[in-house]
């Protein structure tokens, strides 16, 4: 059983910083793909940030390059999104995923994923 949760989600102004926490736990740890998705209402879940194994492959989504940075810390077990320059088309519902495979590769699809936190709400005023 591995269990993912999602921490650091609130309400903010836009021009804020925020940073989103998920704890890995259970039989699992950080020493695999990773991912911070969101889903606003009304919207698909898209990717906006992924990391490989060993931390050297990157993405992020266009909306957000420049502004968010996913780490990983694996002592902790945890990956973080740290979020600047937020902006009001940044509230969603976030959540961070992990994908059971030893490739040191970044995915974005959400069905690649095999595990999901509940999420964690953000919200950004104008």
């Known amino acids: 059983q591995v269990q993912l949760q999602e921490s650091g989600g609130r309400l903010v102004q836009a021009g804020d910083s925020l940073t989103l926490s998920c704890v890995v736990s259970?039989?699992?740890?950080?020493?695999?793909?990773l991912g911070w998705f969101r889903q606003a209402p009304g919207k698909e879940r898209e990717c906006v940030a992924a990391i490989g194994r060993a931390g050297t492959h990157l993405y992020y989504s266009k909306d957000v390059e420049g502004r968010f940075t996913i780490s990983v810390d694996n002592a902790k077990k945890t990956v973080y999104l740290q979020m600047n320059s937020l902006q009001p088309e940044d509230t969603a519902l976030y959540y961070c995923a992990a994908k059971n495979t030893l490739r040191d590769w970044v995915f974005t699809d959400p069905l690649q994923y095999d595990d999901w936190g509940q999420g964690t709400q953000v919200t950004v005023s104008s």
């Open positions: 259970g039989r699992a740890d950080t020493d695999r793909p």
